[in-house]
C-alpha cells in the first residue's frame, strides 16, 4: 500500500472544466511533488514545494495551478487544459533533513490518470 | 549538465536469467543514484539508492546496482528474473547539493521496459 494517496484515480474533463487533483501523505515529509507522465515516457517535474513554499516550477503553464495548504496536502487545479494535457499525474513526497537537506528520495502515488476531451 | 541514459528501451528475458539493466550517467561529481520502478498503471517505487559509502547496494526484490565512478555507471541487476519483474525500470540522478545531500530535481532516464518471458 502507497503512503501517498491520490485521488481521484480517474478523471475525465472537457476543455471548459475546472478540475482538482489531491494529493496526501502522513509520513511527515516537507517536500511535495507534482509530475507529469505520457505514456512510456519517464516522470517529467511540474512543480516542488519545500516546507509548504513553492520552490520549484518548471515553466508549467498557468491553466495548471499548484497549492499546499498544509505540510499533507497538495493539490492542482486544473482549468483550461487542452487534449495534449491527457497524462497520468503523480505526487511525490520527500524527506527535507537539517540545512534543507534533501535525500533525493521520492514516495510516490499511484496517480491520477487525466483525459481532456 | 547532469543526465542520465539507459541502453535498451526493452529487454526480454527468461524466468530465472539474470538481468542486466543499463544505467550510465554524466556528472562532472559523482552523483546520488536511483532505480525506480513502475508496474501498470501504478506510481514509482524506489528500488535502491546509492549515496556514499559502498558501491555495491542492495535493494528490494533481490535487485543491486554497482555504482563505477570509471564507468560513470549504475547498473542494475537480479541473478534470477521472476515474472513478478516484469515493469519499467527507471534511472535516476540528483547531483549533490551544495550544503550536502541530494536535490529535491531528480533526473529520470528514458526508462527500460522488462519482459520475462515464461
Known amino acids: 500500500d502507497t503512503e501517498v494517496t491520490q485521488t481521484p484515480k480517474h478523471l475525465v474533463m472537457g476543455m471548459t472544466n475546472k478540475k482538482s487533483l489531491k494529493c496526501e501523505q502522513h509520513m511527515g515529509h516537507r517536500a511535495m511533488y507534482w509530475y507529469k507522465q505520457k505514456a512510456k515516457k519517464p516522470p517529467e517535474l511540474m512543480f516542488v514545494y519545500s516546507y509548504e513554499k513553492l520552490s520549484i516550477n518548471e515553466s508549467v503553464p498557468s491553466r495548471f495551478s499548484p497549492e499546499c495548504p498544509n505540510s499533507s496536502l497538495l493539490n492542482l487545479h486544473l482549468h483550461a487544459l487542452q487534449p495534449e494535457d491527457s497524462a497520468l499525474y503523480l505526487c511525490?513526497?520527500?524527506?527535507?533533513?537539517?540545512?534543507?537537506?534533501?535525500?533525493?528520495?521520492?514516495?510516490f502515488g499511484e496517480g491520477s490518470r487525466l483525459t481532456v476531451l | 549538465a547532469q543526465s542520465v541514459t539507459q541502453l535498451g528501451s526493452h529487454v526480454s528475458v527468461s524466468e530465472g536469467a539474470l538481468v542486466l539493466l543499463r544505467c550510465n550517467y554524466s556528472?562532472?561529481?559523482?552523483?546520488?543514484l536511483f532505480w525506480y520502478v513502475q508496474y501498470p498503471n501504478q506510481g514509482l517505487q524506489l528500488l535502491l539508492k546509492?549515496?556514499?559509502?559502498?558501491?555495491l547496494v542492495k535493494g528490494i526484490n533481490g535487485f543491486e546496482a554497482e555504482f563505477k565512478k570509471s564507468e560513470t555507471s549504475f547498473h542494475l541487476t537480479k541473478p534470477s528474473a521472476h515474472m513478478s519483474d516484469a515493469a519499467e525500470y527507471f534511472c535516476?540522478?540528483?547531483?549533490?547539493?551544495?550544503?550536502?545531500?541530494?536535490?529535491?530535481?531528480?533526473?529520470f532516464g528514458t526508462g527500460t521496459l522488462l519482459a520475462v518471458q515464461p
Open positions: 546509492y549515496t556514499t559509502g559502498a558501491t
Open positions: 556528472s562532472s561529481v559523482p552523483p546520488y
Open positions: 535516476a540522478v540528483s547531483p549533490p547539493n551544495f550544503r550536502g545531500g541530494a536535490t529535491n530535481k531528480l533526473i
Open positions: 511525490a513526497s520527500s524527506q527535507v533533513g537539517l540545512a534543507g537537506r534533501h535525500t533525493g528520495e521520492l514516495f
